[in-house]
Protein backbone atom coordinates (compact mmCIF):
# COMPACT_ATOMS: atom_id res chain seq x y z
CA UNK A 1 0.00 0.00 0.00
CA UNK A 2 0.84 3.91 -0.59
CA UNK A 3 1.30 4.25 3.58
CA UNK A 4 1.33 1.94 6.77
CA UNK A 5 -2.29 1.23 7.77
CA UNK A 6 -3.31 0.30 11.16
CA UNK A 7 -6.34 -0.79 12.19
CA UNK A 8 -8.74 -0.51 14.09
CA UNK A 9 -8.30 3.14 14.63
CA UNK A 10 -10.24 3.16 17.84
CA UNK A 11 -10.49 0.21 20.08
CA UNK A 12 -12.31 0.37 23.51
CA UNK A 13 -12.52 -3.09 25.69
CA UNK A 14 -13.68 -4.24 29.07
CA UNK A 15 -10.46 -4.17 31.31
CA UNK A 16 -9.06 -8.25 31.79
CA UNK A 17 -9.87 -8.81 27.74
CA UNK A 18 -7.83 -9.72 24.91
CA UNK A 19 -7.30 -7.28 21.93
CA UNK A 20 -5.32 -7.52 18.73
CA UNK A 21 -3.92 -4.58 16.73
CA UNK A 22 -3.25 -4.95 13.04
CA UNK A 23 -0.39 -3.18 11.09
CA UNK A 24 -0.14 -3.54 7.42
CA UNK A 25 3.44 -2.03 6.66
CA UNK A 26 4.65 -0.78 3.49
CA UNK A 27 5.20 -2.71 0.76
CA UNK A 28 8.59 -4.03 0.32
CA UNK A 29 9.55 -2.99 3.82
CA UNK A 30 11.38 -5.41 5.63
CA UNK A 31 11.73 -4.00 9.36
CA UNK A 32 8.51 -3.13 11.13
CA UNK A 33 8.13 -1.55 14.45
CA UNK A 34 5.76 -1.24 17.41
CA UNK A 35 5.87 2.18 19.70
CA UNK A 36 3.21 3.19 22.51
CA UNK A 37 2.64 6.45 23.11
CA UNK A 38 0.68 7.77 26.42
CA UNK A 39 -1.25 11.05 26.66
CA UNK A 40 1.76 13.72 27.46
CA UNK A 41 4.31 11.40 26.38
CA UNK A 42 6.65 10.46 22.67
CA UNK A 43 6.73 7.18 21.39
CA UNK A 44 8.10 4.66 23.71
CA UNK A 45 9.42 1.69 21.67
CA UNK A 46 8.16 -1.92 22.32
CA UNK A 47 9.50 -4.26 19.62
CA UNK A 48 11.52 -4.69 16.38
CA UNK A 49 10.84 -7.35 13.45
CA UNK A 50 14.01 -7.65 10.70
CA UNK A 51 11.38 -9.92 8.68
CA UNK A 52 9.82 -12.63 10.56
CA UNK A 53 11.88 -12.60 13.36
CA UNK A 54 11.88 -10.12 16.85
CA UNK A 55 15.21 -8.59 16.49
CA UNK A 56 14.74 -6.71 19.63
CA UNK A 57 11.61 -7.50 21.93
CA UNK A 58 13.36 -5.68 24.79
CA UNK A 59 10.52 -2.53 25.21
CA UNK A 60 7.57 -5.09 25.54
CA UNK A 61 6.59 -4.00 29.46
CA UNK A 62 5.48 -7.61 30.57
CA UNK A 63 4.23 -10.57 29.26
CA UNK A 64 0.81 -9.84 28.84
CA UNK A 65 1.87 -7.88 25.21
CA UNK A 66 3.43 -10.27 22.41
CA UNK A 67 3.80 -9.50 18.82
CA UNK A 68 3.84 -11.68 15.71
CA UNK A 69 4.96 -11.33 11.96
CA UNK A 70 4.51 -15.04 10.49
CA UNK A 71 4.78 -13.89 6.67
CA UNK A 72 7.30 -10.94 6.77
CA UNK A 73 4.59 -9.01 6.06
CA UNK A 74 1.56 -8.08 8.39
CA UNK A 75 2.12 -8.09 11.86
CA UNK A 76 -0.37 -8.20 15.00
CA UNK A 77 0.23 -6.97 18.44
CA UNK A 78 -1.37 -9.09 20.68
CA UNK A 79 -2.36 -8.10 24.35
CA UNK A 80 -4.22 -10.00 27.24
CA UNK A 81 -5.60 -9.27 30.52
CA UNK A 82 -6.12 -5.73 29.81
CA UNK A 83 -5.17 -3.34 32.44
CA UNK A 84 -6.68 0.48 32.21
CA UNK A 85 -2.78 1.53 32.23
CA UNK A 86 -2.32 -0.39 28.67
CA UNK A 87 -4.60 2.75 27.69
CA UNK A 88 -2.68 4.65 24.90
CA UNK A 89 -1.82 4.93 21.57
CA UNK A 90 -0.31 2.32 19.78
CA UNK A 91 1.92 3.12 16.52
CA UNK A 92 3.30 1.20 13.97
CA UNK A 93 6.27 2.01 11.42
CA UNK A 94 8.53 -0.04 9.01
CA UNK A 95 11.29 1.21 7.13
CA UNK A 96 13.42 -0.69 4.12
CA UNK A 97 16.33 -2.86 5.59
CA UNK A 98 18.86 -0.25 4.70
CA UNK A 99 17.20 2.75 5.62
CA UNK A 100 17.22 4.25 9.01
CA UNK A 101 13.60 6.09 7.97
CA UNK A 102 10.96 5.06 9.90
CA UNK A 103 7.75 5.55 8.22
CA UNK A 104 4.57 5.38 10.87
CA UNK A 105 1.02 4.64 10.55
CA UNK A 106 -1.78 7.17 12.39
CA UNK A 107 -1.80 4.33 15.18
CA UNK A 108 -4.65 2.53 17.03
CA UNK A 109 -5.95 4.81 20.52
CA UNK A 110 -6.65 1.81 22.68
CA UNK A 111 -9.22 2.47 25.53
CA UNK A 112 -9.29 0.13 28.64
CA UNK A 113 -12.27 0.91 30.59
CA UNK B 1 21.33 3.62 27.38
CA UNK B 2 19.82 6.80 25.49
CA UNK B 3 17.73 9.48 26.71
CA UNK B 4 16.33 12.49 25.22
CA UNK B 5 14.97 15.73 26.99
CA UNK B 6 12.84 18.20 25.29
CA UNK B 7 13.03 21.15 27.68
CA UNK B 8 9.70 22.82 26.49
CA UNK B 9 6.47 21.48 26.12
CA UNK B 10 4.77 24.06 24.72
CA UNK B 11 5.82 26.99 22.52
CA UNK B 12 3.49 29.86 21.53
CA UNK B 13 5.07 32.47 18.81
CA UNK B 14 3.75 34.70 16.38
CA UNK B 15 3.85 34.06 12.64
CA UNK B 16 6.89 34.97 10.68
CA UNK B 17 8.68 35.09 13.53
CA UNK B 18 11.87 33.38 14.75
CA UNK B 19 11.32 30.07 16.85
CA UNK B 20 14.03 27.11 18.37
CA UNK B 21 12.69 23.78 19.47
CA UNK B 22 15.47 22.54 22.29
CA UNK B 23 16.12 18.59 22.39
CA UNK B 24 19.44 17.68 24.65
CA UNK B 25 19.94 14.34 24.08
CA UNK B 26 22.66 11.38 26.85
CA UNK B 27 24.61 8.39 25.12
CA UNK B 28 27.18 6.15 25.81
CA UNK B 29 27.70 4.90 22.28
CA UNK B 30 27.52 7.08 18.72
CA UNK B 31 23.41 7.91 17.94
CA UNK B 32 21.70 9.33 14.93
CA UNK B 33 19.27 11.92 15.72
CA UNK B 34 16.15 12.85 14.28
CA UNK B 35 13.18 14.89 14.38
CA UNK B 36 9.46 14.04 14.27
CA UNK B 37 6.23 16.13 13.17
CA UNK B 38 2.78 15.47 13.90
CA UNK B 39 0.27 17.69 12.79
CA UNK B 40 -3.24 18.32 14.20
CA UNK B 41 -4.62 14.34 13.28
CA UNK B 42 -1.86 13.05 11.54
CA UNK B 43 0.62 10.61 11.92
CA UNK B 44 4.33 11.23 12.66
CA UNK B 45 6.43 12.26 10.01
CA UNK B 46 10.44 12.79 9.76
CA UNK B 47 11.28 16.47 9.39
CA UNK B 48 15.24 15.63 9.51
CA UNK B 49 18.39 13.54 10.74
CA UNK B 50 21.26 13.51 11.56
CA UNK B 51 23.36 10.64 10.54
CA UNK B 52 27.09 11.51 9.66
CA UNK B 53 28.99 14.20 7.86
CA UNK B 54 27.62 17.94 7.90
CA UNK B 55 26.43 18.68 11.00
CA UNK B 56 23.92 20.80 9.66
CA UNK B 57 20.95 19.47 8.40
CA UNK B 58 17.68 20.80 6.86
CA UNK B 59 14.30 20.12 6.04
CA UNK B 60 12.69 20.98 2.68
CA UNK B 61 10.33 23.65 4.19
CA UNK B 62 12.88 25.29 6.02
CA UNK B 63 13.92 23.85 9.76
CA UNK B 64 16.75 23.17 10.22
CA UNK B 65 19.24 21.57 13.13
CA UNK B 66 22.84 21.60 13.82
CA UNK B 67 24.63 18.51 15.86
CA UNK B 68 26.83 19.83 18.55
CA UNK B 69 28.47 16.64 19.65
CA UNK B 70 30.19 18.83 22.75
CA UNK B 71 26.75 19.65 24.18
CA UNK B 72 24.90 16.87 23.12
CA UNK B 73 22.38 18.80 21.68
CA UNK B 74 20.25 19.04 18.62
CA UNK B 75 18.01 21.70 18.19
CA UNK B 76 15.22 22.48 15.87
CA UNK B 77 15.15 26.20 14.14
CA UNK B 78 13.25 27.93 11.85
CA UNK B 79 13.91 31.89 10.84
CA UNK B 80 10.11 32.54 10.03
CA UNK B 81 7.99 30.20 11.06
CA UNK B 82 3.95 30.08 9.47
CA UNK B 83 0.56 29.14 10.64
CA UNK B 84 0.67 25.63 9.18
CA UNK B 85 4.03 24.94 11.48
CA UNK B 86 1.54 24.63 14.32
CA UNK B 87 2.11 21.09 15.25
CA UNK B 88 3.70 18.84 18.03
CA UNK B 89 7.65 18.40 16.95
CA UNK B 90 9.11 14.83 18.75
CA UNK B 91 13.08 14.63 18.79
CA UNK B 92 14.46 11.08 18.98
CA UNK B 93 17.50 9.25 18.97
CA UNK B 94 18.92 5.72 17.96
CA UNK B 95 21.82 4.07 18.44
CA UNK B 96 23.98 3.37 15.06
CA UNK B 97 23.85 -0.04 16.22
CA UNK B 98 20.12 -0.23 16.81
CA UNK B 99 18.51 1.76 14.27
CA UNK B 100 15.07 0.54 14.84
CA UNK B 101 15.24 1.23 18.72
CA UNK B 102 14.17 5.03 18.13
CA UNK B 103 14.00 6.88 21.84
CA UNK B 104 11.54 9.76 21.45
CA UNK B 105 11.30 12.88 24.16
CA UNK B 106 7.84 14.20 24.94
CA UNK B 107 7.70 16.77 22.53
CA UNK B 108 7.13 20.20 21.95
CA UNK B 109 3.75 21.85 20.63
CA UNK B 110 4.37 24.24 18.47
CA UNK B 111 1.57 27.04 17.96
CA UNK B 112 2.20 29.54 15.76
CA UNK B 113 -0.66 32.91 15.93
CA UNK B 114 -1.56 35.55 13.21
Known amino acids: GAGVSQTPSNKVTEKGKYVELRCDPI?????LYWYRQSLGQGPEFLIY????????DSGLPNDRFFAVRPEGSVSTLKIQRTERGDSAVYLC???????????FGQGTRLTVV | AQSVTQLDSQVPVFEEAPVELRCNYS??????LFWYVQYPNQGLQLLLK??????LVESINGFEAEFNKSQTSFHLRKPSVHISDTAEYFC????????????FGKGTKLSVKP
Open chain 2, 92 to 103: AVSSTGSQGNLI
Open chain 1, 49 to 56: FQGTGAAD
Open chain 2, 27 to 32: SSVSVY
Open chain 1, 27 to 31: SGHTA
Open chain 1, 93 to 103: ASSTQENTEAF
Open chain 2, 50 to 55: YLSGST
